[in-house]
């Protein structure tokens, strides 16, 4: 049972233009999410995380918003650069006692130069 | 800096055949993972570790035996092989606990099992 979901395989954008990846969750225990970057052939690398106490963090180009009644959260990346084109990965966990990110399966994102 | 190191990076096994699945740290993490990775699907957590010695079941564990007898490594052993288990492999290392900071992940084992 998937607890983490993103709807969207895939999304193409122009370069310069914004980046919006969505994720839904449906444990309403989760209060930690997280974004993981990952390359072909590479390991995930953390990108940006966000708790329940706040709706929105942001680090440069990247800004992760969290909606917690829609238990929804998105990650918005502008200026979409080419080097950004890669598979981002949401996560979610409890803060406490808990020793397990629950991923989504994951969303392609190209950046067209 | 090496960060987390995983071998090797590719191997096919037979059916009912063993395997261990090598991840080592260099950065003092006391928290160590091990995620699989399905096609189309998230990572789910076979096992982890928060220190030399101890070691807890994740998600998905059946078909898996981990040890953690020192801070730097953490191997997985598939002790007999079965094609449910071909999928990509990634052991992970973190400072604390998977909800207060960040992993940092190997480059993973693609594992086909036939």
């Known amino acids: 049972d998937q607890q983490v979901k993103q709807n969207s395989p895939s999304l193409s954008v122009q370069e310069g233009r914004i980046s919006i990846l969505n994720c839904d969750y449906t444990n309403s225990m989760f209060d930690y999410f997280l974004w993981y970057k990952k390359y072909p052939a590479e390991g995930p690398t953390f990108l940006i995380s966000i708790s329940s106490i706040k709706d929105k963090n942001e680090d440069g180009r990247f800004t992760v918003f969290l909606n917690k009644s829609a238990k929804h959260l998105s990650l918005h990346i502008v200026p979409s650069q080419p080097g950004d084109s890669a598979v981002y990965f949401c996560a979610a966990t409890q803060q406490t006692g808990a020793n397990n990110l629950f991923f989504g399966t994951g969303t392609r994102l190209t950046v067209i130069p | 800096n090496a960060g987390v190191t995983q071998t090797p990076k590719f191997r096919i096994l037979k059916i009912g055949q063993s395997m261990t699945l090598q991840c080592a740290q260099d950065?003092?993490?006391?928290?160590m993972y091990w995620y699989r990775q399905d096609p189309g699907m998230g990572l789910k957590l076979i096992y982890y570790s928060v220190g030399a010695g101890i070691t807890d079941k994740g998600e998905v564990p059946n078909g898996y035996n981990v040890s953690r007898s020192t801070t730097e490594d953490f191997p997985l052993r598939l002790e007999l092989a079965a094609p449910s288990q071909t999928s990509v492999y990634f052991c992970?290392?973190?400072?604390?606990?998977?909800?207060?900071?960040?992993?940092?992940f190997g480059q993973g084992t693609r594992l086909t099992v036939v």
């Open positions: 950065m003092n993490h006391n928290y």
């Open positions: 992970a290392s973190s400072e604390q606990g998977a909800p207060n900071t960040e992993a940092f």
